[in-house]
């Protein structure tokens, strides 16, 4: 235990890790505390100065009082933290344990709301609060209302095509006002378009909401810090009609070959075309629409990457992803998405669908990357 001390300490202080010498007030433990636990958890080590010396700490008895105090009276919800009691160097330090908090945001005395930032914390901006409740399923971006939006950005021959295909009723026949009925859909709510009711039936969803539109870029090389590309595309619009597009985004910029097929048959995508379909259909309906920024499509001469933004939920990693383990971070588009033939299965078998037809294929198995820095999430495919 003390060699994995020793090589923490060597690592120095980061967004997991905090020194700290001493604390002089519970307010001051509980903000460290909250936010660990409104970030990734970590681990704090009393005692111990900013450059890593053991200094020890005195009173032990009433420091494990103020973490008990900041745990349960300080922070809210309450949040439960394990202690280690150890000696280090032949000074007593105490070792904080924060786990990943399961409750988020935790506020310090109700009104103060601290995240980590690298080494350092600072309170959490209105985006990243929403961004916290959304991490404990206590808001969904695609359940909240678009600002500045009304009944008119709905496409209403889209909407009621939708809504006869699937109900089988006609709207001029059932006794609902039409913002009702949006209502009762979770498309409208307050007199304005939910994120949903404007990506999946808004007149021009990218008009409203142009950070989300999708740019796909297929370049000459192998990076993107050439000056050449070989075809470039902003693509707005619906779901479905943005997933059409960037699915023939794709195809058009991916050799088809050959394969054992007859010479008059089109050939055979160089990447499984079920597999970038699971990949874009993901992306579209698992993204963080809480961060403002688009879906990328970048095509390399040596690999194609769907690039996602925001990080990947709670508890889900890119090694458990290849098991089915999905939280669900979107759930109206989810549910609406196979009701407009977006090709979604919501079962949680994409990510071992696209393994297994990039097996089938006789090609890499594609690679799940996310960077937590940049708050995004990769899908690469390799061309061979």
Request: proline share 4%; charged share 25%; aromatic share 8%.
């Amino acid at each position: 235990m003390e060699n994995n001390l020793i090589e923490m300490i060597k690592r120095g202080e980061d967004s997991q890790t905090q020194f700290k010498l001493r604390f002089d007030s519970v307010d001051a433990l509980a903000a460290e505390i909250s936010a660990m636990a409104n970030s990734e958890g970590g681990i704090i080590l009393v005692g111990i100065s900013d450059t890593g010396e053991s200094i020890g700490i005195q009173d032990v008895r009433s420091l494990n009082q103020m973490i008990s105090n900041a745990c349960s009276q300080k922070i809210d919800p309450p949040l439960t933290v394990s202690t280690h009691n150890m000696f280090f160097k032949n000074k007593l330090i105490v070792k904080i344990q924060v786990p990943l908090g399961a409750n988020k945001p935790y506020a310090v005395n109700k009104r103060d709301f601290w995240i980590k930032v690298g080494a350092d914390k600072r309170r959490a901006s209105r985006e990243e609060l929403k961004r916290l409740m959304q991490a404990s399923s206590g808001l969904y971006a695609d359940e909240m209302p678009v600002a500045n939006t009304a009944l008119s950005d709905i496409d209403i021959y889209s909407f009621r095509r939708f809504y006869e295909e699937q109900y089988d009723l006609k709207i001029d026949e059932i006794e609902l006002a039409l913002e009702t009925l949006l209502l009762n859909l979770r498309l409208m709510i307050n007199n304005q378009l939910t994120l949903a009711g404007l990506l999946l039936f808004g007149r021009q969803p990218e008009m409203v909401k142009p950070q989300y539109q999708i740019k796909g870029v297929a370049f000459a090389g192998i990076d993107t810090g050439g000056n050449e590309y070989l075809d470039s595309e902003d693509i707005g619009g619906t779901l479905p009609a943005v997933y059409k597009s960037g699915m023939a985004f794709l195809k058009r910029n991916l050799r088809r070959q050959q394969k054992g097929q007859s010479f008059n048959l089109p050939g055979i995508l160089e990447i499984p075309e079920i597999a970038l379909e699971e990949a874009f259909v993901n992306a579209l309906i698992h993204r963080d629409y809480f961060v403002n920024s688009g879906i990328r499509l970048f095509v390399f001469d040596d690999r194609v990457e769907i690039i996602s933004p925001g990080k990947l939920p709670n508890t889900v990693t890119t090694e458990n992803i290849k098991y089915g383990i999905q939280i669900v971070r979107n759930p109206l588009l989810l549910s609406y998405a196979p009701k407009l033939k977006i090709p979604y299965r919501g079962i949680g078998s994409g990510i071992s669908r696209m393994i297994r037809e990039c097996k089938k294929a006789k090609i890499p198995a594609p690679e799940f990357i996310e960077d937590r820095k940049s708050e995004l999430f990769k899908v690469i495919f390799f061309r061979v």
